[in-house]
């Protein structure tokens, strides 16, 4: 099922791919994933934002990592969305996840002047590609 393969990659990026059987690649990116994950502390400031530690979520996030992973994250949700149909449509089917991607992107950029910087930052990511999911679903 193509949501499952889209939503499992949205759980941890690779576990779409592994849903798809692409082993060697699921295997690449959760390597990658856990890389930047690390590097970035990006879970270190998701849990400071989520018990109110604004500041020192930002403080504790290594931008030059985290700015990497809005990108990935939407690349990895689209390619086991896009690689769990044969004969998808390539071009619309990318649309969504571009426009998750970027926003994911300027979200972190700018995450110093938003009140819950990582929520935010993972809506932007998450309600385009959602959104892109439902109305392409057919494609």
Known sequence: ????????????????QLYNKQFLKSVFLLIVEHYDNVLGRI???IHLDFNGFHQKALE?????????YPG???YTV??????????ADKTKSAIPFLIGGFLGEFGAIFSSRL???TLTVGLLMVVPMITGMFILRNQ
């Open 115 to 117: 009140p819950i910087p």
């Open 72 to 74: 990935f994250y939407a």
């Open 43 to 45: 879970n270190t400031a």
């Open 1 to 16: 099922m193509r949501n499952l393969a889209a939503l499992f990659s949205m759980l941890m990026p690779g576990f779409g």
């Open 60 to 68: 504790a996030a290594n931008f030059q990592y985290v700015l990497f």
């Open 78 to 87: 689209w390619d086991a969305w896009y690689y769990s149909k044969p004969n």
